[in-house]
């Protein structure tokens, strides 16, 4: 079974500029969640989507969006990029983190590097 | 304010020890528990999760589950230098779709 795919997997974008990011869940896995890893700061949560639904989101400004598609492919939008935005972008998927057991296990993609001049 | 807390080491051991990884979260509604390990530049990957008080064992790794104590600990038996890596606790709080929340990992390197 195919893994958790991201593209691209690079990116170099200049401040003000937006950057869509997409995301390929594990087939049969019906929510992706979003993560931002930087050195700093380690992993954190940007949104979780289920069923086209958003379930939750991170204490992240509304420059970052997210939709998820029916067939489960989720993208994520940042405008007016930053600086601070340089990061690696993680995305995972699970079967439904609403049920118990290995269920909500997580597995990540390779991700996407995203640097901001 | 959820938390896991990791220390952030290095946890240096000899290749053929036992490492010992430990966490500890706040929010005793948690339910479900993860470990993953990340090599420098890569992602996360997936290594045990744990959902019930005691022991989890699988190959080298054990996963134990202290809820009553908010603790959570990884034990790797007979170390490799391939085990040089971050290791990640992840702590996701009860159903409905609560998030995973991801300590900040703590580093371990096993020297030859």
């Known amino acids: 079974k195919a893994g958790v795919?991201?593209?691209?997997?690079?990116?170099?974008?200049?401040?003000?500029?937006?950057?869509?990011?997409?995301?390929?869940?594990?087939?049969?896995?019906?929510?992706?969640?979003?993560?931002?890893?930087?050195?700093?700061?380690?992993?954190?949560?940007?949104?979780e989507y289920f069923s086209e639904t958003q379930r939750n989101k991170g204490n992240f400004p509304g420059r970052f969006s997210g939709r998820q598609f029916s067939n489960s492919r989720s993208e994520m939008n940042v405008s007016?990029?930053?600086?601070?935005?340089?990061?690696?972008?993680?995305c995972a998927s699970s079967l439904?983190?609403?049920?118990?057991?290995?269920?909500?296990e997580q597995f990540f993609g390779p991700g996407t590097r995203l640097t901001v001049l | 304010q959820k938390e896991v807390e990791q220390n952030s080491g290095p946890l240096s051991v000899p290749e053929g020890a036992i490492a010992s990884l430990n966490c500890t979260y706040s929010d005793r509604g948690s339910q479900s528990f993860f470990w993953y390990?990340?090599?420098?530049?890569?992602?996360?990957?997936?290594?045990?999760?744990?959902?019930?008080?005691?022991?989890?064992?699988?190959?080298?790794?054990?996963?134990?589950?202290?809820?009553?104590?908010q603790y959570v600990s990884l034990l790797i038996r007979d170390s490799q230098p391939?085990?040089?890596?971050?290791?990640?606790?992840?702590?996701?709080s009860g159903p409905g779709y609560s998030t995973l929340t991801f300590g900040k990992g703590t580093m371990l390197l096993v020297s030859p």
Not at chain 2, 82 to 92: E, P
């Open chain 1, 80 to 90: 007016t990029l930053e600086l601070g935005d340089s990061a690696l972008y993680l």
């Open chain 2, 82 to 92: 391939s085990d040089s890596a971050t290791y990640l606790c992840a702590v996701r």
């Open chain 1, 5 to 47: 795919t991201q593209t691209p997997r690079y990116l170099i974008k200049t401040r003000g500029q937006q950057v869509t990011l997409s995301c390929s869940p594990i087939s049969g896995h019906r929510s992706v969640s979003w993560y931002q890893q930087t050195p700093g700061q380690g992993l954190q949560f940007l949104f």
């Open chain 2, 37 to 69: 390990r990340q090599y420098s530049g890569k992602s996360p990957e997936l290594i045990m999760s744990i959902y019930s008080n005691g022991d989890k064992e699988d190959g080298r790794f054990t996963a134990q589950l202290n809820k009553a104590s």
């Open chain 1, 96 to 104: 439904d983190p609403g049920l118990a057991g290995r269920n909500n």
